[in-house]
């Protein structure tokens, strides 16, 4: 409150005590000569509440911000020995003093009820992404809570820039090697050339890995096709398998599958909704959409053709009733959906698509410049529902390897380049905000959020970055290339899954030549506070109650401070 505001106040309160002896004086004029006139001092509490408290208010709106000065410890015993003392007529001098110390007094109070407030607490939380699914009535005092998530949310900032937590490598599956992996929300699935299928459960203590029972005859073993795409949501796990088929298992009934549907040729991508039930399959040049009815019997919501071999298939979340999906096939980008028939969004010949993301409302793709005008390698970024080119990104001198879409803030995308550079890019602006040598054999896997970047290269190494420094925090190398990268804000997974899948040595029963060809699956959690005792999954509870990790605290790839 500044100079001007306080005569402001000062000279609208003495007129209110001016008001409230005038009104005095006509009602009770005898006993206002009989005794001490109060109002000389301080109006009634009705005219408090109406008056001074909504200038205040007021002030305090126009302010922005609380008073620069407050009373002392002496004032407050000076402010207290007045109060005790018999009142001080206006003309003595004393009422201006009062009334100074009224208005601390008065400001003080106001912003105390403003700081205690508990639904201006309660959003808060909201809008910084803490208990999103919690109500106002789940506890008593917001305040705390908000500043517990902000602790909780500094902590875990921390342990990722030092590397503090625990790390577990998933148990592997005994003479085979890793084929392709999968996450969602902690939960990792994977497929190996045995035709096993497991999955983990990585957000409790024991790390149980249940294999997932397919249908095949038991007394054929070692005869069961590769594994070659696995994905998972919250609630299924899906398998495609070298021969043509596809089994789906629902993670909350057991672990035998509740579907299964077969191809006439391999199947070279496959997708499934993060959100519901959806399943996108891609064989020869049919692209199929599975999906349960109301009864939970599975059924093909829609069926398409399309002119090349599919390289890459996503489904685009937030539909609503009618499924969609993206799908590229060499230089054509096809948009599917379930009531329509297959349009083509993107083609320029001689151009093939080299990755593939998608949002709710967008999707960005890679694309490969060939030909006697040579453009650069762009990402071409689409609008789904005016089905135009928004923005045209990079011009890179290598292939768009990959690119994350949908976990990216908004206004950004981050991408990884055979160039060895991992860019960020400015959708606002289509222009790159920021480039990072990451990788020399080129980058295989990105993500990142509002601090930090996470890569994997070819040669086989995971790098967190915090990109609003410029920096590499730390490292971590395995001997495959990394194919599969997710986090959240308090653990990290990592696949390095081989090029190759077949063990050359037939020495199996030694660990270390094993080791070297089958792939490695890498758990982090940087909050292990936060793990559960067992798992909310049907499928992956067990009674152990161990898990096999060791923790670390090691040091910084660059010198860096604790914020």
Known sequence: MDDHSLEEFRRCWQEELAQAQAQRKRRRPE?????????????????????????????????????????????????????????????????????????????????????????LWYRLCQQEGHLLESSISDYSCWKLIFQECRAKEHMLRTNWKNRKGAVSELEHVPDA???????????????????????????????????????????????????SFVRINSSLAVAAYEDGFLNIWDLRTGKYPVHRFEHDARIQALALSQEDATVATASAFDVVMLYPNEEGHWQIAAEFEVQKLVDYLEIVPDTGR?????????????????????????????????????????????????????????????????????????????????????????????????????????????????????????????????WKIVSGGEEGLVSVWDYRMNRKLWEVHSRHPVRHIAFTSHSLITANVPYERVVRHSDLDSFATHRRH?????????????????????VCRSSCDTMTSYNYDLALAFPYDNI
Not at 518 to 538: C, K, N, T
Request: net charge negative.
């Open 322 to 450: 009618y499924p969609v999906a993206v799908a590229t096939a060499g230089d054509l980008v096809y948009l599917l959906k379930a009531e329509d028939s297959a349009r083509t969004l993107h083609y320029v010949y001689g151009q093939p698509v080299t990755c593939l993301d998608v949002s709710a409302s967008q999707v960005a793709f890679g694309v490969k410049s060939l030909g006697w005008v040579y453009e650069g390698n762009k990402i071409l970024v689409y609008s789904l529902e005016a089905e135009r080119c928004l923005s045209k990104l990079g011009n890179a001198l290598g292939d768009f390897t990959c690119v994350n879409l949908r976990n990216s803030p908004p206004s950004l995308m981050v991408s990884g380049n055979m160039d060895r550079r991992v860019r960020i890019h400015d959708l606002r602006t289509d222009k790159i905000a920021l480039s990072l040598s990451a990788h020399q054999l080129g980058v295989s896997a990105v993500q990142m959020d509002d």
């Open 31 to 119: 006993a206002a000569e009989r005794r001490p006139r109060r109002a000389d001092v301080a109006p009634g509490r009705g005219e408090q509440a109406s008056g001074y408290l909504a200038l205040a208010q007021g002030l305090l709106e126009g302010a922005g911000r609380p008073p620069a000065v407050r009373a002392t410890r002496a004032e407050r015993q000076d402010a207290a020995s007045r109060s005790r003392s018999p009142p001080v007529r206006e003309g003595a001098g004393g009422g201006e003093q009062l009334v100074d110390q009224l208005i601390r007094d008065l400001v003080s109070k106001t912003w105390k009820v403003i700081a205690e407030d508990e639904v």
């Open 177 to 227: 090697v890793l084929c392709d992996v999968h996450s969602h929300d902690g939960v990792v699935i994977a497929g190996y050339t045995s035709g096993d299928v497991r999955v983990w459960d990585t957000r409790t203590w024991d790390y149980v890995a249940p294999f997932l029972e397919s249908e095949y005859e038991e007394d054929e073993p070692g005869m069961q096709p590769y594994v």
């Open 518 to 538: 089958r792939g490695l699956i890498h758990a982090y959690e940087f909050a292990v506070d936060q793990l559960a005792f067992q798992s909310p999954l049907p």
